[in-house]
């Protein structure tokens, strides 16, 4: 029997909503303050997966300038009508205290790989947004309200309105169609119609360990809607042992051959400190239609799982990536993002110099707005990212490297820079919520070197720096470092009880300059390798 082994999409892709349009299976997962903004997936057989296009790719589409660590890009919803691809997603402007400034909006496009329409704006009421395309012709935009007054709920239901294409805006009067259940935290809404009942599948529990699936009915899409008799009806909340925790989030597909599947998130904590490294991911299970007309996991229970049964359809693998990029075409990997605004020839570059990616050093790692910062996902517990560099910084203000890297506040960073009595030297800087440090007693001189390669090695949560003159002979640099910093958990934050900072995204390792002087100074990197390295088998 084929089986499916979660989590299919891995490492930092949150959020699932999955689509078939004839054979072709669809994924669109969260991306945040990472620029372009969504990622699709592609398969045939849901078993192989391979990244396809980022719609929001253009400044007319995404402007994140500003936006906050994991702001920006919120649980994008794909779904295809009338010859179109429709999707809805939310920009996130700020999300921590009383208020959340959270702006919906809608992209369409005639092909999966665009091109993407400039967005037309939706609401502002909530986030995650979805648009349900009813039998009748009418489509209808759902996303959960947020209330930030005191002693309210602040998930304070599911909002309803209808779109209208003609007019290219919402119409008509707002309904709150479910306040939740006792989980709380409703949110993630998606609607789909079977059998003359709607079903409201919602996310709830929050989005750490006691995320949850839940489900409601009812006959008409304004309610009133029934709760299932047996929610959630997917969750790990009360399952310390299971491999795949906080699971939650959901959306539905059914196959060309009548079979049913949940996409859903998870994490895959590191035990015993539960930090997951590689973030939110996806996973999929079978669930099936009982003869009540509720929906189940198929096998029974609640919870989920590593392997589970694939459909009967012909495997279609995809080409292995590579896994060097050598920067010697018109474009970089679709792997790699940047933070909060596009790649452009203002600071990075692929002509300057022919056979590099030549970066302008620009603002610190602090910044919300202009970093020269090209970054991909960590995607196994076990990988080593490398790179070459040329760069000759006149000052201390100078610097470019490799980085493993969550967020302005959390990051360890191997650097070139300049030392008044070393010369040109490595360093290593880490921040760990936003605590400043640099773990070398002394920077290492490497002056008169024309090239550095420069490589980190992680081994869960173990993250080792190290540099070598040719590529091959390298020498290890610095203590061995906790990768677990690069995480959500780690990145929450309380203060006398109250949530002063959190984060949703996931680990990325990637290529960075900085001129904090202000002259522009550039560093040129002559590849950049990710590979994941084999783990022992489960109980080796």
């Known amino acids: 029997m084929k089986t499916i082994r979660n989590p299919v999409l891995r490492g930092f892709n949150p959020d699932p909503s999955i689509l078939r349009v004839g054979d072709d299976y669809y994924i669109a997962t969260s991306t945040f303050e990472w620029f372009p903004g969504v990622q699709i997936h592609h398969s045939k057989d849901l078993r192989h997966w391979r990244l396809v296009a980022r719609p929001l790719d253009r400044r007319s589409q995404l402007d994140m300038l500003g936006n906050p660590d994991s702001g920006g890009i919120w649980a994008p919803c794909l779904s295809y009508s009338d010859g179109l691809y429709y999707l809805v997603f939310t920009d996130v402007k700020s999300h921590i205290g009383p208020f959340k400034d959270t702006h919906n909006y809608l992209v369409t496009a005639p092909g999966i790989e665009g091109p993407w329409s400039d967005p037309i704006y939706l609401n502002s009421s909530g986030f995650d947004p979805s648009l349900f395309h009813d039998d009748d012709g ?256 006149d000052t201390f203000q100078q610097l470019a490297g490799l980085i493993h890297y969550y967020n302005t506040r959390n990051y360890y960073y191997l650097y070139i820079s300049r030392d008044e009595e070393l010369g040109k030297c490595l360093n290593i800087m880490c921040s760990d919520r936003g605590l400043y440090d640099e773990p070398l007693e002394r920077p290492v001189s490497i002056e008169g070197w024309d090239r550095v390669h420069l490589k980190a090695s992680l081994d869960h949560e173990r993250l080792r720096f190290f540099y070598s003159r040719d590529g091959r002979d390298w020498t290890p640099i610095g203590p061995v470092l906790d990768a677990s910093v690069i995480s959500d958990e780690n990145a929450e934050a309380k203060l006398e009880g109250r949530l002063i900072d959190q984060g949703f995204t996931g680990a990325f390792l990637g290529i960075c300059a900085q001129d904090l002087s202000g002259q522009g100074k550039h560093a040129d990197f002559d590849y950049f390798t990710y590979r994941e390295l084999p783990e022992p088998e489960p109980g080796a």
């Open 138 to 393: 009418r489509k209808w935009l759902v996303n959960m309200i947020w209330d930030h007054r005191k002693g309210k709920n602040k998930f304070a239901g599911i909002a309803l309105q209808e779109y209208s294409p003609e007019q290219k805006r919402l119409v008509g009067p707002i309904r709150n169609i479910f306040r939740g259940t006792r989980l709380g935290l409703t949110e993630g809404p998606h609607l789909y119609k079977r059998d003359g009942w709607y079903y409201l599948v919602t996310a709830e529990g929050g989005t750490r360990y006691n995320h949850a699936v839940t489900v409601a009915r009812s006959r008409s899409l304004f309610g009133p809607y029934e709760v299932h008799p047996d929610n959630p009806v997917l969750t790990a909340a009360d399952k310390p042992g299971s491999e795949l925790q906080r699971a939650g989030h959901a959306s539905l597909v059914e196959t060309q051959t009548g079979d049913w599947y949940f996409a859903y998130l998870c994490g895959r904590p590191l035990r015993p400190s539960q930090r997951c490294i590689l973030g939110r991911e996806t996973a999929l299970q079978p669930v099936e239609w009982t003869a009540d007309g509720w929906l189940r996991l198929a096998g029974g229970g609640n919870g989920p799982k590593t392997v589970v049964p694939a459909p009967d359809l012909p495997d279609h693998p995809f080409p292995p990536e590579p896994e060097t990029d050598h920067f010697d075409g018109d474009r970089i990997s679709i792997h790699f993002q940047t933070l909060r605004e596009p790649l452009d020839g203002s600071w990075a570059s692929l002509t300057a110099r022919p056979g590099y990616l030549r970066l302008k050093g620009r603002e610190s790692l602090s910044s919300m707005h202009r970093q020269s910062l090209v970054a991909r996902r960590q995607q196994a517990f076990a990988a080593e990212a490398e790179t070459a560099v040329e760069f000759e910084p």
